[in-house]
């Protein structure tokens, strides 16, 4: 028997009602500050692009490997991707020092070389090593980074650093990683004239400056010493986190060196 007062028949225990609120059978409310945290937003990371030959500047953001990176710039400036041949940071010029690899500094200015005349050389391999340090852009292309003086290479005068090598004996390499291309190099054989295919950058003009700073970057100030880095992946996300330490870059230079000495190559992010 259940009791009825004036005001009519009380809800039972545990009945959709509380404080004249309806609420959800099997819930309840939680008292202020005491919710499930909110997931916590990731950094919005915005860099700013120019291409090194003049153009406007441009803003790029949500990029995760150097391919997505190039599209967002390609984006920018209403050209095709396979338009770029490489990326340098914080300046225009050709400077293989500043060549954009696996980790972008939140501060860093990037540079989009781009296509420009198309050449043929003929070499004829005299000696064993070419004298050509090869690397690539992580999206296809593969180009002379380094030149040793005296060597094979260095006494064709239209081989210059930063030529993307598009073809060898009009066999297309557009895809290939730097240590297929200096294999190939290596295995060709003495004393038989070859022809080199190449693409060299589109020239830079002289009045563009070279740029150390974004002034128009929201961290300016912050990560100055370049110390915090965007490092870029494969596969899977972008992460950010601190950049080499004094001791690490000695040793990824010195294992470069050996790269470079024995197999034409260099990749520090290796």
């Known amino acids: 028997m259940q009791r009825v007062g004036r005001h009519g028949r009380q809800p039972p225990e545990g009945g959709p009602m509380e404080n004249g609120v309806g609420q959800e059978p099997g819930t309840h409310e939680l008292p202020p500050?005491?919710?499930p945290a909110a997931p916590r937003a990731r950094p919005r990371l915005v860099f700013h692009t120019q291409l090194a030959h003049g153009s406007p500047t441009g803003r790029i953001e949500g990029f995760t490997n150097v391919k997505?990176?190039?599209?967002k710039i390609a984006e920018v400036f209403d050209i095709s991707p396979t338009e770029i041949l490489?990326?340098?940071?914080n300046t225009h010029k050709v400077d293989m020092q500043k060549l954009l690899g696996g980790?972008?500094?939140?501060?860093?200015?990037?540079?989009a070389h781009v296509r420009g005349e198309t050449k043929e050389v003929e070499v004829t391999k005299t000696e064993d090593a070419l004298g050509l340090t090869i690397t690539d852009n992580g999206a296809g292309y593969a180009f002379i980074k380094r030149i040793k003086e005296g060597s094979i290479i260095n006494r064709?005068?239209?081989v210059c650093v930063g030529d993307s090598i598009e073809a060898i004996n009009d066999h297309t390499i557009v895809g290939c990683r730097h240590?297929?291309?200096a294999r190939m190099l290596r295995e060709l054989p003495r004393a038989q004239p070859f022809t080199l295919?190449?693409?060299q950058p589109k020239k830079a003009f002289d009045m563009i400056g070279q740029r150390t700073r974004s002034s128009k970057s929201?961290?300016?100030g912050r990560v100055a010493s370049g110390k915090e880095t965007l490092r870029l992946r494969t596969q899977g996300p972008a992460m950010l986190e601190e950049g080499p330490s004094p001791l690490e870059e000695e040793a990824a230079r010195r294992v470069d060196d050996l790269l470079e000495s024995y197999m034409g190559i260099r990749d520090s992010e290796l």
């Open 33 to 35: 500050g005491e919710g």
């Open 68 to 71: 997505e990176l190039y599209a």
């Open 86 to 89: 490489f990326c340098t940071l």
């Open 103 to 111: 980790q972008i500094g939140l501060e860093d200015f990037i540079f």
């Open 156 to 158: 064709l005068q239209t």
């Open 179 to 181: 240590y297929e291309v």
């Open 197 to 199: 295919r190449l693409v």
């Open 218 to 220: 929201p961290s300016e």
